[in-house]
């Protein structure tokens, strides 16, 4: 298990009862997460006093109740990393705080290449990996097929005063996107990609991940340089295991350039339990 400990802007609080108990910052959020399977111990104080609680409903969707005036967003710290948080109407706040064991891994892995790095980020959302990449040195290209997510993106990025750093944000379907860059001879040392289990592009096209994970795998091995750093693929789809992600990895990036993969579960410290709610599964192929 990968965990995400060294947050002090935001803490997994508690859970249970099919929901989690989040500080985003100063403010609290109650949310639903379809994981939590057991009941909340002692659902006082906080759970009761929380600012904002998500509420699912029956015919699908779900709204906020807010018993709390609270700003329209409000900015939150990794580091020297800031995101804009916003809880949406899909019950998201625009940040997956679990992927901070990612961000901090890649620095690194920038950092430490000690040469110029070109990054790609795939399915980049609002480009909190994008951001880690930039703030390492890195060039980075950011894809996402969602124009409103790019711009939060683009925010999230001026908050990190990276607003003049290299980094290019495309708002286009990244299957296409990945085959004009095959075509123009473009390469990259590292891609970084988080595929949803369904999306459409912006002209209607379809992404189903177990029947398009591995082609597009295979198709973004063409795009890396002779000396690739990485490839980091995140999924959250239920039913994809550390052990399948870890065979796509050997059997697209591994027999291409042969490397080192991990692969494994990520998760959020709960403060209340001690435990660790697992929140997707991350693999990393790694040049040796």
């Known amino acids: 298990m990968y965990k995400a400990d060294q947050w002090k802007d935001y803490e997994l609080l508690d ?11 100063s403010y609290v959020l109650r949310r639903p997460d379809p994981q939590i399977i057991w009941p909340i111990a002692d659902e006082t104080g906080r759970w009761k006093t929380a600012d904002g609680h998500y509420h699912r409903s029956s015919s699908g969707g779900g709204e ?41 891994w890649m620095m690194d ?14 399915f980049a959302y609002t480009g909190g990996a994008t951001i880690a990449a930039a703030s390492a040195g890195a060039e980075v290209c950011h894809v996402d097929a969602a124009k409103g997510m790019v711009q939060w993106a683009k925010e999230n990025a001026q908050l990190s005063g990276l607003e003049n750093s290299r980094v290019r ?3 286009d379907d990244v299957f296409k996107f990945v085959q004009r860059e095959q075509r ?11 595929p949803p289990s369904y999306g459409r592009g912006p002209n209607g096209e379809m992404w189903k991940l177990e029947e398009n994970l591995y082609p597009f795998l295979e198709s973004c091995t063409t795009i890396l340089s002779p000396d690739p750093l ?3 693929v995140n999924s959250y789809t239920t039913g994809l295991s550390p052990s399948v992600l870890h065979n796509l990895l050997h059997m697209t990036m591994g027999r291409k350039s042969g490397g080192t993969i991990h692969c494994g579960e990520i998760g959020l410290p709960i403060t209340a339990s001690g435990l660790t709610l697992p929140c997707g599964i991350l693999g990393r192929w790694e040049a040796e």
């Open 15 to 25: 859970t249970g009862g099919g929901e989690k108990l989040e500080r985003w910052g």
């Open 64 to 104: 906020w109740d807010f018993r709390t005036k609270m700003p329209d967003r409000w900015t939150i710290s990794y580091g020297d990393l800031k995101f804009h948080i916003k809880p949406t109407s899909f019950k998201h706040t625009g940040l997956f705080p679990e992927q901070a064991v990612n961000w901090s």
């Open 109 to 122: 892995k920038i950092r430490s290449a000690k040469r110029p790095i070109r990054v790609l980020n795939l």
């Open 169 to 171: 944000y495309i708002t």
């Open 184 to 194: 123009r001879g473009r390469q990259y040392d590292a891609i970084i990609m988080d």
């Open 230 to 232: 990485f490839v980091l």
